[in-house]
């Protein structure tokens, strides 16, 4: 016995009402917008390009600023941990990313100690790193 068989058996639905109840949903789902402010975003999200890239770097010296700010202009993203670097090379690289992601209008933010992420435009950043002790 095929499963049709045995639905029509249990409930048996006639088809003109089954057409009508389609079309009604069909058109209520046409007029449904998002709800909240999070759908609205999740629905942004689709607009990110498929090949969008965060590149990871962990520098041992200033010289390699240059090559995060080449793959910001290339529009990836990038996580630089900073650790390896000494206190007055790591600040001069911050100032370096901060001009290039300016120039790209994207966003720089710290993610964690010694470590930010450098993002171009076309990639949206949400949320917030709460870097406090305090548990809030």
Known sequence: MD?????????PIDEEEDEEALE???QEME???PVSKYETTKSDIK???GDTQVVLFEPRDFSQAEEVGKHLKERRAAVVNLHKLPRDAA???IDFLTGVVYA???SIQKI???VILCTPKNVPVEGAINLNNDED
């Open 31 to 33: 007029t449904i917008s």
């Open 104 to 106: 790209v209008d994207g």
């Open 3 to 11: 499963f049709n068989k045995l639905k029509n058996w249990i409930a």
């Open 91 to 93: 600040q001069r690289m």
């Open 47 to 49: 607009k990110v390009a």
């Open 24 to 26: 009604v949903n069909t």
């Open 112 to 114: 964690g100690h010694n």
